[in-house]
Nanobody, 116 residues
């Protein structure tokens, strides 16, 4: 069982920045593909960004050129740098870890609110 603990959410004004972190409790973090997802009130959960164990990244069109996903395998941590935040980015952000053998884990989520 892998535990994922997110942090870094909060209230920010439009145009501001936040950095989310997700620490994983596993000794084989480097073997997991990692991702960030979000769910806004009344909406379905959607993919925000992913990073493979090899470092390849993928982004939702709505966040391209504003968000950057990265990982530090030495710290068992994946990050989501969010710049130029918009009110429509308001959501609970979840960290996901996926292993090729089928194991899949989720964090508890961290709230991001973009409002003036």
């Amino acid at each position: 069982q892998v535990q994922l603990v997110e942090s870094g959410g909060g209230l920010v004004q439009p145009g501001g920045s936040l950095r989310l972190s997700c620490v994983a409790s596993t000794s084989i973090f480097s073997m997991y593909d990692m991702g960030w997802y979000r769910q806004a009130p009344g909406k379905q959960c959607e993919l925000v960004a992913t990073i493979t164990k090899g470092g390849s990244t993928n982004y939702a069109d709505s966040v391209k050129c504003r968000f950057t996903i990265s990982r530090d395998n030495a710290k068992n941590t994946v990050y989501l740098q969010m710049n130029n935040l918009k009110p429509e980015d308001t959501a609970v952000y979840y960290c996901n870890a996926a292993h090729i053998i089928g194991a899949n884990y989720w964090g508890q989520g961290t709230q991001v609110t973009v409002s003036s």
